[in-house]
Structure formats: C-alpha cells, structure tokens
C-alpha cells in the first residue's frame, strides 16, 4: 500500500503526488489530517470550504471502490500511525511552501523515517517550483516584471491523468466532522462552492468568453470581470497545468488580438500566485516581518477605533466600506478593492499591515499565505516590488473611476442606495446636514485623507531616516 497525503491539492485530476502514487502499481490510501495547529489559523468559512471539498473528493473515491480517510491530529502523529496501520510502504504528498507547512512536513518526514516508511513529496502547486526561475544572483526574483517574462516562456508540464479505479486500495474511513465538532461557528459569508465540478465548470465558463474581456473588466468591481478562481487555486480543486492548458486552448480560439492580449494578461496574474509562492518559500519568516528593511522601524499608530471602523466597513469612505462589506458576507474582495482597503489601512490609518493580514486571514475562503503577506507587504511598501510609499491611494478618486457608477458600493453598503453616484463620490466634501439627510446611519469620513497622506509619507521618511 501507498499513502497519498492530501493537503491543498483537493483533486483527483492533474495532481503529480496522486500520479506518482498510482504509477507505483501499490494500491493508492488516500489520506487528509485535519491537524489542530493547522486550523487554529482558519477561519470558519475557509474551514466549511474544506470541509465540503472533502466530502466531493470522499465521493469520487468511494465512487471507484475506494475512499478518502480522515484523520484528526497532528499530522507528525497521525500520518505515521494510519501509515503504519495500513503497512503502507510509502507516503507522498505535494509540496507546500509556507514557512508553516514546511516546519510540519519535517516533523511528518522525521516520524515516518523513524517508523521505517519512506516518504517522497512531489512540487505539483505551481508550474515552475521556487528556485527554478532566478535572477543572476540570488534565489529568487524580487521585482515581478522580470519574473513574469521568464516565467511566460518556460516550458508548462501537461496536465496528468486521475488514477485509476484499479489503483485505489479497498479501506473505508470514518465520517468528516462537522463544523461545530471542530469548534467553529457557523460563518458570517456564505462560502463558495468549492468541488472539483464546481472548479471546471467555472473554468470552462470563464474560458468561453469572461476571458477575453478580462484585460478590460478586470480592475472594475461592478463587472465580475475575473474568475473567481481564488478559493479553487487555494485548496487545489483545480490544477495550475489544467487550468493553464484551458486558457491556452482560450488563446487558441481568440479572434482578435486583443482577445489573445486578455488571456495573457489573465496568464500574468497567475504568474503573480507563482512569484509570490518563491517569495515565501525563501523568505519565511515574511509572515511576520516585513521583506524590505527600513533604517529605523515604522512607528504604525495604535488605533484601535480605527482598526474597529475600518475592519465593520464604516470608515465614511465608501469604496473602501464595500470591499471590508464584501469580505464580511462573501469571504472574498475583488481584488482592486483589496489593494484600495489595504493601502486605506496601512496610510489612511497609518495601522501595521500585519493587523490587515491578521483580519483577511480570519475572513477570506480564499487566503493563501503567500498572495496574503504578498498583497499585504505590497499595500504597506514594505514588500517586494511594492507601492513606492509615496504613491498614496485617494480612496475617492479610485472610487469615482473603478466604479463610476456607484453600482458596486450601492450593491454592498445599503445605507447608500439613494445616494446619487456624484453624492456618494463626494462623500467627503458634503456638508454634515446633508450626509445625514441622504444616509443617516453612515458615518461622516473618520479621517481627512489629504491631512493622512502628509502624514502618511513623513511616516515613512522619517523609518527611512530622512526626517
Ligand atoms: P483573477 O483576477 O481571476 O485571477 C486569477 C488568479 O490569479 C487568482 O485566483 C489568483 O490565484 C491569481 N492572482 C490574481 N491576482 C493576484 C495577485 N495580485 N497576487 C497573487 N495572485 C494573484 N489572493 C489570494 O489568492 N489569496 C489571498 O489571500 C489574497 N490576499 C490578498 C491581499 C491583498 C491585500 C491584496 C492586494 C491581494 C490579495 N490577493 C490574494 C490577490 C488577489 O486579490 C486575488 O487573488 C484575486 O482577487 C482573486 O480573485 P479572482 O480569482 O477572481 O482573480
């Protein structure tokens, strides 16, 4: 018998541990732990995501003869004994980059080895594995353009087949627990379907048409012009080779060249998540520091009433009060919205983006550790290739032009649907009497951003030691 080790890679297709499993001809245990450090950083809607993904990947196993076990634990505990209970002679899982995983998969490999199983793991979460595309010197890119060229000419593995029916070994495993047996609430978003049927079919969608509109719509939140691939991508209920190959035979079929630019430009956002993923594979410890190092600290401000306004959606700036509303009920931003949320906490508020990590960490289906700090770090000008500290995001202006309209703000903050798009634009500039005779229950702006964004910049002087 042979292990395959599920972890983020919640799929039977395209999946290169599960292959390499199978083509062992050792009939294939398939295994998920669900290990108590690892859901002690999870939220409640990330964990019914899992919780179903599991069930969906259960029944395809079940299906042909087989079936998925799970196990509570942790996971240096757990894979060991099932290992061993099952005179399995190997384990394999797909490796996870993060600072976290890594720590616990030494733990995992240490205790196998010990128990005289082999272990091998298998690169399979992105295309081109960190240390694979590098600058003249160093291990890593830092700055994305560079990156992203490399990355578009290399060579992309194909997809690989599920096992077979004849490959799986005849066990059956206990029930999934539910939410509540795993101490969690019931979450406040609604999560996303997050099934391997769910997956292919938004791809086939997407690559049918949204694809090529997507250079044009991408940066408009009213538009649902992405594919919201996100919570798919983060627990591998679609394959980075499948998908790719999908967008590929999209680039095929274009009619245009605009058409074809708007799939690569798609492809350069997946190539974002793979740049990101080698940033953290060699910068761990980026979960809690800040990648680039300033001359002296950033003194960030201690506002917690800030902090609580801006994590309720009720800071009076509206594009801003949206994207935090769409995080509560949906468990996912759009992503120009993210950038425009963290850039208003880390200047207009002048917070740590560790405390905006922290938060989206609690409410997205889709956080993954790397895009995360990545997104983050970026936003506060600590990161890799980041925002120049300089360059302060006007939440009014970014709102006039990515959502004109006012549609996507109306959509996500009620108290405004009778505001017109001009009135909710110039939210700021009302007069008091006025703001509260259009929308009595919404709060005037808690901060002057042009008074911010001075102070904001001089933050950042003076840890650059220039004031
Ligand atoms: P699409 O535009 O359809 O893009 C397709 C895929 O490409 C995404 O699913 C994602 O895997 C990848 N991608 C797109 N943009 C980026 C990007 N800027 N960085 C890295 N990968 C990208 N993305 C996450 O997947 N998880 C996170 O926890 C996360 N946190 C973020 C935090 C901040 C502060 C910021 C600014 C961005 C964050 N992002 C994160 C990146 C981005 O916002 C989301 O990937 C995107 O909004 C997901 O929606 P989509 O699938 O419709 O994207």
Not at 109 to 128: F, K, Q, W, Y
Not at 316 to 337: K, S
Request: hydrophobic letters at 35%; charged letters at 30%.
């Amino acid at each position: 018998m042979i292990v395959h080790w599920h972890r983020r890679d919640l799929r039977t297709t395209d999946n290169r541990g599960l292959a390499r499993a199978a083509s062992t001809g050792e009939p294939v245990v398939p295994l998920f732990v669900l290990d108590p450090t690892v859901l002690e950083h999870a939220s409640p809607v990330r964990v019914a995501c899992l919780l179903e993904s599991l069930a969906d990947l259960r029944s395809w196993y079940r299906d042909r003869g087989g079936d998925l076990l799970v196990a509570r634990g942790e996971a240096s505990g757990v894979v060991p004994q099932v290992a061993a209970a099952r005179d399995a002679t190997r384990v394999v899982w797909n490796e996870d980059y993060s600072g976290l995983a890594r720590e616990r998969d030494r733990a995992v490999r240490a205790a196998l080895e010990e128990a005289g199983i082999a272990t091998e793991s298998v690169h399979d979460a992105i295309h081109h594995e960190p240390g694979s595309i590098t600058p003249n010197q160093g291990d890593h890119y830092s700055v994305f353009s560079y990156f992203w060229k490399k990355w578009r000419d290399r060579d992309k593995r194909v997809a690989v087949d599920e096992p077979a029916a004849a490959d799986l070994a005849d066990v059956s495993g206990e029930p999934i627990p539910s939410l509540a047996e795993l101490g969690f609430d019931e979450p406040e978003a609604t999560p996303p379907t997050v099934t391997m049927a769910a997956a292919r079919e938004r791809v086939a969608d997407f690559c049918s048409g949204p694809i090529y509109d997507y250079a044009d719509r991408r940066d408009y939140p009213a538009a649902s012009g992405t594919s919201r691939l996100s919570p798919h991508l983060k627990w591998g209920t679609i394959g980075p080779r499948e998908l790719y190959a999908a967008t590929e035979r999209a680039a095929e079929g274009a009619s245009t060249d605009d058409d074809r630019e708007s799939v690569r430009e798609f492809q350069r956002q997946l190539a974002w998540r793979e740049f990101y993923a080698h940033v953290l594979a060699f910068n761990p410890e980026t979960v809690t520091e800040n990648f680039s190092g300033y001359e002296h600290e950033i003194e960030w401000r201690d506002d917690p009433d800030g902090l609580e306004a801006w994590q309720a959606g009720k800071t009076g700036y509206p594009i801003v009060d949206a994207g935090m509303r769409q995080l509560r009920t949906e468990g996912w931003m759009h992503n120009r919205v993210r950038m425009l949320v963290a850039s208003f906490l880390t200047k207009d508020l002048m917070i740590d983006w560790r405390r905006g990590y922290d938060w989206f960490r609690r409410r997205l289906a889709d956080h993954d550790t790397a895009n995360d700090v990545g997104g983050w770090q970026w936003a506060g000008s600590t990161g890799t290739d980041a925002q120049p500290y300089f360059r302060v995001f006007n939440p009014m202006k970014q709102g006039r032009e990515y959502d004109p309209d006012a549609e996507y703000i109306r959509d996500h903050v009620p108290e405004l649907a009778d505001a017109t798009a001009d009135e909710i634009h110039g939210w700021h500039e009302l007069e008091p009497a006025q703001r509260e005779r259009l929308a009595p229950g919404y709060p005037a702006p808690i901060v002057d951003h042009a008074e911010r964004r001075e102070q904001a910049i001089e933050l950042f002087e003076q840890a650059r030691g220039e004031s």
